[in-house]
């Protein structure tokens, strides 16, 4: 019975972690502030970036989330001295940075409630999942990378589709597909590896969605469209960099990329 209470986070720390937390986009959502517009104006070139007080907080909340799991995760047992474990505080730390996205275009909507409650419940599985994932050893280790990669990828899914309903102009969308692409990458790779980062795959990947991104923006696609056709291309290039790790032929290794890449694209034509 030790053993098993040993795979999982104090439940204070949690608790104390996912308040924080919730407080902060709480805070973002009640409390009403004017915003500031940063401009940059050039010849035949104009680009207006708003910051509120719900794009502040949200950066606030990705911080705190990252502090708060590095304490969550030095109370773990099998933690050694001089391993690192910066790898787990990357997905949590996303995850609290791209459910504000949704939460403020949700702000006047009765739907924020239900947002705001299902924020809690994934960041705290999140978090839990990152804990137990640090022994590889754990009988649910595997469950838990499991379930990481699956929430990795609709974390993607959900910031693309918000993008896309919030009419965010391509300027900042292309830069937040790539950043968020390579991240998510290098995560799930590091996942399916051994102890491995593999950084030219997370910057390739990140760079490919970003221009398909890009060529996609003007396209009449729905939120839903834009948002499956990006997510495919992600999983089938990471899934296609963690068969050539493996040393699967590289015949063996392009059929599943390409099957899942176009039934993603199939499904986001006839969405």
Same mark, same amino acid.
């Given at each position: ?117 299902? $924020?809690?419940?994934? *960041?705290? #599985? !999140?978090?839990? +999942?990152?804990?137990?994932? %640090?022994?590889? &050893?754990?009988?649910?280790? /595997?469950? $838990?990378?499991?379930? *990481?990669? #699956? !929430?990795?990828? +609709?974390?993607?899914?959900? %910031?693309?589709? &918000?993008?896309?309903?919030? /009419? ?104």
């Amino acid at each position: 019975m030790q053993q098993t209470r040993s795979q999982l986070p104090s439940s204070d720390r949690i608790g104390i972690l996912i308040a924080s937390v919730l407080l902060t986009f709480a805070l973002s959502h009640f409390v009403q502030s004017p915003g500031l517009t940063l401009s940059l104006s050039l010849p035949g070139f104009y680009y207006a970036f708003p910051i509120t007080i719900g794009s502040f907080m949200t950066l606030f909340a990705a911080a705190l989330t990252a502090a708060g799991m590095d304490w969550i995760i030095r109370d773990h047992p099998a933690l050694a001295e001089k391993r690192s474990h910066l790898e787990h505080l990357l997905l949590p730390t996303l995850t609290a940075f791209v459910i504000g996205t949704p939460l403020s275009l949700l702000a006047d909507s009765p739907a924020w409630n239900w947002g705001f409650l299902l $924020a809690a419940v994934l *960041l705290a #599985a !999140v978090c839990i +999942a990152e804990y137990i994932s %640090l022994d590889p &050893s754990a009988p649910v280790s /595997g469950f $838990a990378r499991a379930g *990481l990669k #699956a !929430v990795a990828y +609709a974390l993607f899914l959900t %910031l693309v589709i &918000s993008l896309r309903f919030a /009419g965010a102009r391509m300027i900042l969308v292309t830069p937040y597909i790539f950043v968020v692409a390579g991240l998510i990458s290098l995560r799930i790779l590091h996942l399916d590896g051994e102890d491995h980062w593999d950084f030219p795959w997370a910057i390739g990947i990140g760079l490919v969605c970003a221009q398909v991104g890009a060529g996609l923006h003007y396209w009449t696609l729905s939120p839903v469209q834009f948002g499956l056709a990006i997510t495919g291309l992600i999983y089938g290039l990471t899934l296609f960099s963690a068969s050539l790790a493996e040393d699967v032929p590289i015949r063996r290794a392009v059929v599943g990329p390409v099957i899942v890449i176009g039934a993603a694209w199939v499904a986001a034509i006839f969405l």
